[in-house]
């Protein structure tokens, strides 16, 4: 999975979904969609890739997704969707009137007029009557919006767009539209975002995305010459264009996932992992990378036995072994080194001492000798991460 494209290798299966992630301007047109469907509903995604609407399970919908690729359609699956089919958009594997809602992000704006045309006619007869179709669209150029509403129009009697991302693009989009397209931004301000930090790209990208949803809660229009456009079609009378079934409390809430009888931290939406984490990523199975030293704070009303997998990918292991600590409310519980590549399993027993003295509050620690800067050797690279470890399956025994 480590050539997916999704989201900068970022997990929005709704586990690991952070509630912060809704500022998020990468995740823009998600939480649009997440605003815009009917807890309760069916939904296809067409276009699937590796699960980008996973989050709207937490909506409870049954959600199902194509794709012309395998390996996405599979990894889809595994990412929370409740079935997952690998076909041509145009050709799909549906009874007519299956699904609430036919979904696409960035799926819909390279095909040809006739290509075009047999998936729009597609969505239509999946679509119940009065089910809606929505969609975001790359649109670099200002007749694109028109265009593409005219041929939703040969199919559905109403249809609505918006055009975004005119004035709040990511920091990775600021500079990818000035290479391949001569978006016109100043000097100065290229610059600054080519020194950014990866954590200070994260922070813009959050401001960008905290605006980008004021303009869409105040009804703000924008010139048509935005970059991206979102679509809402059907053939009954259209809703409000933005937060028709808004409700995020869903975010802010999230059932303990165990393992067996041991409770997930990764999945936990009450523990805390400090800024020596970053988000998890598609690494197989989802991981958290870490910096030199991670911690992360949880509640349990006692502790027997921890376990979790990790793995590395500084380069020498064999010359170099790295060194790790793994500490427990300051006490360390074990120290090793690896020097393999691969996945290990670790467990680690929790003396009944440090348990009981803990009062139900703990705090766990990772510390590394060194870290790697595995992207530095890419040309044109703005990954500035300093990385030892990816972590996951960080499971408590109580």
Known sequence: MSDANFVSNEVLDARYFKALDRFDIRFAPTMWVYDNVRAGSEVLHLGCGAGMLALLKRKGITL?????????????????????????????PFADASFDYV??????????????????????????????????IECVSTSRGEEHADRFQKFFQHVAWEPRHALCLSSEDFLEQTDKYDLKVEADFLDYLHNLSFKERRAFDIAM???????SDLNIR??????????????????????????????????EAEIGKALCLDRNIDARFDDGWYEPT???????????RGRVRFHASGLSAMSLDLTTNV????????????????????????YNYGWLE?????????????????????????????????????????????????????
């Open 346 to 398: 670790l467990p680690v027993r929790v003396p009944e001492t440090l348990s009981s003295e803990a009062n139900g509050e703990f705090e766990l620690e990772l510390r590394a000798n060194r870290t790697s800067q595995p992207c530095q050797a890419s040309e044109g690279s703005r990954d500035d991460r300093e990385l030892s470890v990816a972590v996951c399956n960080i499971a408590v025994h109580q």
């Open 64 to 92: 199902t997704g194509v794709d012309v690729s395998h390996e996405f359609a599979l990894a889809a699956r595994r990412n929370g969707y409740d079935a997952t089919f690998a076909t041509e958009l145009s050709r799909l």
């Open 222 to 255: 924008l010139p048509k010459s935005g970059l991206y456009l979102f679509l809402k079609a059907s053939d009954a009378p259209l809703g409000p264009f933005y937060n028709e079934y808004r409700d995020r409390s869903a975010l802010f809430s999230c059932a």
């Open 282 to 292: 598609m690494l197989p199975p989802v991981a958290r990378w870490m910096g030199k």
């Open 103 to 136: 979904i696409s992000l960035e799926s819909l704006g390279n095909g040809g007029n006739e290509k075009g045309d047999a998936v729009l006619a597609e969505m239509k007869r999946v679509l119940r009557p009065g089910g809606l179709t929505l969609h975001g």
């Open 209 to 215: 995305g905290y605006v980008f949803g004021k303009v």
């Open 315 to 338: 380069p020498d292991l064999r010359m170099k072994p790295l060194g790790l600590e793994l500490l427990l409310n300051g006490v360390r519980l074990c120290a090793f080194s690896l």
